[in-house]
């Protein structure tokens, strides 16, 4: 009744029907099912995260433009309206020169007059 340690069990002879050798064999299977699993997962959740994280930026891109445009109408459309008011001015401006000389002078010598005040100090 010897038994001679084998290399298949570090305590002597395995029997067929070893329960622990089946276990073990069963838990490893399932850890590398788990695995083959989680790796696949964190595949799926790679690829929807840049799919996701593309559809942000072609987002993003599209609002970017639609913000540059938007903003060069509001600048042409000011740019347009403030041109507009500096003729109308203009206009009157030489209309009140041309109707009341004298006081069109007396109010740009006093116009002068506080400007440079304000600049001297």
Do not use: C, W
């Amino acid at each position: 009744m010897t038994e001679n340690p084998t290399a298949e069990s570090p305590f002597g002879v395995s029997s067929p029907h070893d329960p622990f050798q089946a276990a073990k064999a069963s838990a490893l299977k399932a850890a590398e099912e788990l695995r083959a699993a989680a790796t696949q997962k964190a595949s799926e959740f790679r690829t929807a995260a840049e799919t996701r994280a593309q559809q942000f930026r072609s987002s993003a891109e599209q609002t970017a433009t639609d913000i540059k445009e938007k903003a060069g109408e509001f600048a042409d459309h000011t740019f347009t309206e403030a041109r507009e008011r500096y003729a109308d001015l203009r206009a009157e401006a030489e209309k009140f020169a041309r109707e009341k000389p004298l006081q069109a002078l007396l109010t740009a010598f006093g116009i002068g007059f506080v400007v440079g005040s304000i600049l001297r100090r």
